[in-house]
């Protein structure tokens, strides 16, 4: 197995995870910016699968705390908070009304007073959705390119898996954005945001406490998890990669998946480079994405969850060849679909 799925040291939890829920039925991932049900094949639904467990808090540093999702399958992103004890800044939040209010719910929990700032990695609604039961309160702040594409995709979550209990999702997208770099402080804890360039979406940010050596790496990092370029770039995703390792970091929160280590960004750089081998071997022989997905010997990558998001993967490699800029819309109905085609024919689960 790659080592982007090994387990780091075990840090301090608190709420441990206790009751599950099950999934909901949906057509594709959450990262998709419209319905894709058009052009996916037909097929029964997605089985519910066993129970997750409850999202849970990991103390990362003094006032630094991750909140983790198990088991950090399609919707089920990561959170966090920073807080000196007169003010709490929150990266990111959740798909459901309900996670979101979990989430707040740890943060009173911990001591820390109500959030006045929640800070987007990007635009996917598992990591905005919950924005609403932060806000007005607390003030959201992005990329602006993840304010863009929050209100160009809407109800994203929505129109993906409309049977989800959501709750009252309110779309609260950035209110200040920055392009570049923004410093911020939470008392005598710096934060700074950072923009990488496109990588998994076109408004990524990392958010970098330098003081802690901690990154909230969104979803630039999935842990366990097989990487998603859609939306974004592989050749951005790798300049990322390097922007990471320059960060010299000790403590990464990935966007999905439990808390690890720079030891991650190897396995995800070689999974990158396997993705970019594929699609120029793939291309130049006259293969579609799906022909050469299919094709694919995932060797020591075979171990990543959602292996269907390969075909994905490759939609964006192939653009990429054919001298597409980064970032720039691909088709969802041709890259979702094959990805239901690669999951057996049958439609992906959100887990929230």
Do not use: K
Request: aromatic share 6%.
């Amino acid at each position: 197995m790659d080592d982007a799925t090994a387990p780091r040291r075990a840090a301090r939890t608190s709420a441990a995870p206790s009751a599950a829920r099950t999934t909901g039925p949906g057509v594709t991932g959450p990262d998709a910016m419209e319905p894709p049900g058009a052009g996916t094949p037909a097929g029964p639904p997605p089985a519910a699968g066993p129970p997750v467990p409850e999202p849970y808090l990991t103390e990362l540093a003094a006032g630094v705390h991750a909140f983790i999702q198990p088991d950090g399958g399609w919707c089920l992103n990561n959170a966090g908070f920073v807080t000196d004890g007169d003010a709490t800044l929150v990266v990111d939040t959740a798909a459901t009304e309900r996670r979101a209010r979990l989430l707040r719910q740890r943060i009173a929990e911990s001591g820390a007073p109500a959030p006045r700032t929640v800070v987007n990695t990007h635009h996917h609604g598992d990591h905005t959705y919950g924005n609403g039961v932060f806000a007005p309160e607390a003030t959201v702040i992005g990329h602006a390119s993840c304010r863009r594409e929050l209100l160009a995709a809407g109800h994203q979550l929505h129109a993906v898996w409309p049977e989800v209990e959501y709750g009252d999702i309110r779309l609260t997208p950035p209110e200040v954005t920055y392009t570049d770099e923004l410093t911020l402080h939470v008392g005598d804890i710096e934060v700074r945001l950072i923009h990488p360039g496109v990588a998994h979406t076109t408004g990524d940010t990392l958010v970098w406490l330098p003081r802690e050596r901690i990154v909230f790496a969104g979803d630039l990092v999935f842990h366990g998890g097989t990487p998603f370029l859609f939306m974004g770039s592989l050749t951005g995703s790798l300049r990322a990669l390097r922007t990471l390792r320059a960060l010299d970091a000790v403590t990464v929160v990935p966007g999905h998946g439990p808390v690890t280590g720079p030891e991650v960004y190897d396995g995800i750089e070689r999974y990158l480079r396997f993705v970019g081998r594929l699609a120029q071997e793939g291309r130049a022989a006259g293969r579609t994405p799906l022909e050469t997905a299919q094709e694919a010997d995932l060797g020591p990558f075979a171990g990543l969850a959602e292996s269907e998001r390969l075909v994905a993967n490759l939609h964006r490699a192939y653009a990429e060849l054919a001298g597409a800029a980064p970032g720039v819309p691909l088709d969802p109905m041709a890259g979702f679909g094959d990805m239901a085609v690669m999951n057996g024919g049958v439609p992906m689960a959100c887990h929230a």
